[in-house]
């Protein structure tokens, strides 16, 4: 299994997918503990770029890792992207 390391992202990248979001959630609106989330999974696309990231809160992204965990088949769904929402 390859191993790219994994750089974190810059603070200015996040702050602009922040500011973008209206800094609240991008699922639900909320406003919980929101991160900046990889749109699809980093460990999948290696891709940091602004448009790979969305804005969540916390619950959100506990429903989404945990919808990674169950199978990644499932959790490709235009659902999941952030697409049109
Ligand atoms: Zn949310």
Redesign the pocket.
């Known amino acids: 299994m390859a191993e790219l390391k994994r750089q974190p992202i810059p603070k200015d990248v996040r702050e602009r997918v922040a500011a973008r979001a209206g800094y609240v959630?991008q699922?639900?609106?909320?406003d919980?503990s929101c991160e900046v989330d990889h749109i699809i999974p980093w460990v999948i696309s290696h891709d940091d770029s602004e448009t790979n990231l969305q804005l969540?809160?916390l619950?959100?992204n506990r429903r989404k890792g945990a919808k990674v965990e169950a199978g990644r088949k499932t959790w490709f769904h235009a659902d999941y992207f952030g697409v049109g929402a």
């Not at 699922?27 to 909320?30: L, T, V």
């Open positions: 959630c699922k639900c609106g909320g919980q969540l809160c619950p959100c």
